[in-house]
């Protein structure tokens, strides 16, 4: 990728690009040399100086001949990023204002790891009261200071680990799972249990780098996740006991069901 290449998805036309780095190259130049050096008409040069400049791109002396000069390229890109920032500002109040939102018994397919982080921040970011999860470390870290952010906004936050609990300091309750080792070692990915008020659920299972989403699930429906808030609120009392109060079919520890027989040797043949 040439540095004019980088320009374009910034907003710059191919001859606005050509035209502002061949004036990082050469320097202070006139409407014609630079015409000259990028092989464009020089009316049509001209043209896209004057549109450089009205974006900050380009200044001149005001001579006669004119002689013009690339801003820095640290300039432009904050310039950019500030122009960036104001517009979607002002995209994001007018969108929001056409947002109908109402929960639905739907469960909906993320397909896209971009999509499951985007997700589980604005879930994380909106909640209330209370957020349960079961994250595996790799997810955990990514949530890590969102979920510190909604402790100190009041929420309630507690999940089950997969690492030791010392082994960094956490404002949110975490319980450790009995069976750490084992999941670490067979599960085919990484994942994530998530809701959010017992309104909103996440279940995500992805690659164990985190770059492919194998299974990526989300819903408002109340039921499904007041369910899922209520099964994660059992597992993490579960976890708290000891190994020999649980019977073995309450416990991932013990008895296999055909179902997690099923994934687990997915993962043991990859």
């Known amino acids: 990728m040439t540095p004019e290449d980088t320009l374009m998805p910034l907003g710059f036309t191919e001859t606005e690009a050509l035209t502002y780095c061949e004036l990082l190259r ?136 997969y690492e030791e609990p010392d082994a960094r300091p956490r404002p949110y309750l975490v319980t450790r799972s009995r069976a750490s080792e084992d999941i670490m070692r067979r599960w085919p990915g990484a994942e994530t249990r998530l809701v959010v008020d017992a309104s ?13 989403v194998l299974h990526g699930l989300w819903s408002e429906s109340i039921y499904l996740s007041v369910m899922q808030h209520y099964a994660l609120a059992g597992e993490i009392r579960l976890h708290k006991l000891q190994e020999a109060d649980l019977a073995p079919h309450l416990t991932i520890a013990g008895d296999h069901p055909p179902g997690l027989r099923a994934l687990l040797a997915s993962a043991d043949e990859t």
């Open 26 to 161: 050469a320097g202070p130049s006139t409407g014609y040399k630079i015409a000259q050096g990028i092989g464009k008409a020089q009316a049509n040069t001209y043209k896209t100086l004057s549109t450089l400049a009205q974006k900050g791109a380009v200044i001149d002396d005001g001579g006669e001949p004119r002689l013009f000069r690339a801003v820095s390229p640290e300039q432009l890109i904050k310039s950019l990023e500030a122009r960036l920032a104001e517009q979607a500002a002002s995209a994001r109040s007018a969108l929001t204002q056409l947002e109908q939102h109402t929960p639905e018994d739907r469960i909906y397919q993320l397909r896209s790891v971009d999509h499951i982080w985007a997700r589980c921040e604005e879930m994380i970011g909106s909640a209330r009261e209370v957020i349960l999860f079961d994250m595996f470390p790799q997810i955990e870290a990514f949530a890590a200071p969102m979920l510190a952010k909604a402790v100190r906004r009041g929420v309630t936050v507690e999940g089950v680990i």
């Open 200 to 212: 909103e659920q996440l279940l995500a299972l992805l690659s164990h780098d985190t770059s492919k």
